[in-house]
């Protein structure tokens, strides 16, 4: 890609600064004003890409160098950028937390603006300081751009902001958001509400309190200082040959409240190695959809909906007897519980699950795990086999407690051996992404027609 790519890095100073509403109210305003916004989100959020989605229309990428690689990351962004809108980009965390998992990282990766959000509801002058710091560590060429200061308390406060950063600091301001509880967004356990949700319930007063206290004319000019990645191959595309020639192998995908956590474009690393994924509710549906191969359980909030999936016993029994007869079956985090014996909630109610692992999945208060994750596969099975390397990452408040054997199939970079499995059923706690390794998913494909053919000739 050759065009000038608009794009901005919508960055915070920590976690909690309003990083996220400002971004969605910058793509709100945006579109307000008639442009194209085409969102991304930098690390492994499943939750903040819903919203970005529903605030443009569009499907929002996650841009993640740790599991997937610069290659990926920059073919994807070049691949999805658009060059006739704008690209906005919400960073993680602070700017520079992570590393190479950093929003400064992939700024610096993709030669993206950066805008930095600050919390100012603390403080007056000394957010000079604060600012002065992050622009003596950034190491773009362009530095940070511009600066929106977040949760401001009048007039006089953000006068007495301007004048220090004017006097210490190279970056202008380009806005000055006051503190406004009706676009707060509310959050649980995991992280804000999901945009399925609605949890902005009127977007045009956001966009509207963005157009008014932020300067679009001037976040537009800075969003130009982009010419985009250059010339890059396809992240994805149906012409990939990494699954078997004319392969259109049906897997059932769990969709609906309690599974909605996926990357989008592991769906489209399943499509183009030759999958046809059919989505289905362990929620509402009482059977799994006619002639599917295989099924993948992705990640979500089982425990907020346990009453509901225990409910469904046939359902659950039906996937716990196609488990048993060998059918590939792929399971993360919420996908995995489900697979347990039973979830426990956090107020203590147990509730029985598709018992497919003889373990039991309990919700507690503290988080359990949070983190990148390396997978060395020690045993074969549907995504590959012996010394294959795969790359996820980790956020979960629930234990599973085994009362039975089990098979451990991976090494993890962390602790010790996890990722268990029965015949062909593989899960886990760790989300995978597969933009480094897509002949996983080939593999599960292929696991999947593999076992269609034997079944035809019994």
Not at 118 to 126: Q, Y
Not at 169 to 174: D, G, L, N, S, V
């Amino acid at each position: 890609m050759t065009a000038l790519t608009p794009s901005i890095l919508v960055a915070g100073v920590s976690s909690g600064c309003g990083k996220t509403t400002v971004a969605l109210g910058i793509m709100a305003a945006l579109r307000q004003r008639g442009n194209f916004v085409q969102p991304f989100k930098c690390g492994p959020d499943f939750i903040d890409t819903t919203l970005h989605t529903m605030v443009t229309g569009n499907t929002s990428w996650n841009l993640d160098v740790r599991m997937c690689g610069k290659t990926y990351v920059r073919n994807l962004f070049g691949q999805e950028a658009t060059t006739e809108g704008i690209n906005v980009i919400e960073g993680v965390m602070g700017l520079f937390d992570g590393g190479e998992a950093s929003a400064a990282s992939l700024a610096a990766l993709l030669s993206v603006p950066v805008v930095l959000v600050v919390d100012a509801s603390s403080a007056a002058e000394s957010i000079a300081a604060i600012i002065r710091g992050f622009e003596e560590m950034i190491s773009t060429e362009k530095g940070i751009s511009g600066v929106v200061l977040n949760k401001v308390a009048s007039p006089r406060h953000v006068e007495l902001i301007k004048g220090a950063v004017s006097r210490y600091c190279c970056t202008r301001i380009i806005g000055a958001i006051p503190r406004e509880r009706a676009i707060e967004i509310p959050s649980r356990h995991l992280g804000l509400f999901m945009g399925e949700e609605k949890p902005l319930k009127d977007l045009s007063s956001l966009s509207d309190i963005i157009c008014q206290h932020l300067d679009m004319d001037i976040l537009v000019k800075i969003s130009k200082d982009c010419k985009g990645p250059g010339q890059c191959p396809p992240a994805f595309s149906s012409s990939q040959d990494n699954g078997v020639k004319g392969a259109n192998v049906q897997i059932g995908i769990a969709r609906d409240q309690a599974f909605c956590f996926y990357y989008e474009d592991n769906l489209r690393i399943f499509e183009s190695a030759g999958a046809s994924l059919v989505p289905f509710s362990p929620l509402k549906d009482e059977g799994l959809p006619r002639g599917i191969s295989g099924l993948y359980l992705g990640g979500g909030y089982p425990e907020l909906f346990a009453e509901q999936l225990s409910e469904n016993k046939r359902l659950r029994q039906e996937i716990k007897d196609l488990s048993w007869t060998g059918m590939p079956i792929f399971a993360e985090c919420g996908g995995f519980m489900y697979l347990c014996r039973s979830i426990t909630d956090i107020k203590g109610q147990d509730y029985d699950m598709a018992g497919v692992f003889p373990a039991d999945a309990r919700m507690q208060k503290r988080l359990a795990s949070l983190g990148y994750r390396d997978i060395t596969i020690d045993s074969p099975c549907p995504l590959g086999g012996p010394g294959d390397r795969l790359h996820g990452h980790e956020f979960h408040y629930s234990v599973a407690n085994f009362n039975g054997p089990v098979e451990k199939i991976f090494s993890m970079n962390h602790r010790g051996k996890e990722g268990y499995r029965i015949k062909n059923t593989i899960a886990g706690y760790v989300h995978i992404h597969f933009g480094s390794t897509p002949q996983a998913p080939a593999q599960f494909v292929n696991t999947c027609q593999a076992m269609d053919r034997n079944r035809s000739c019994e």
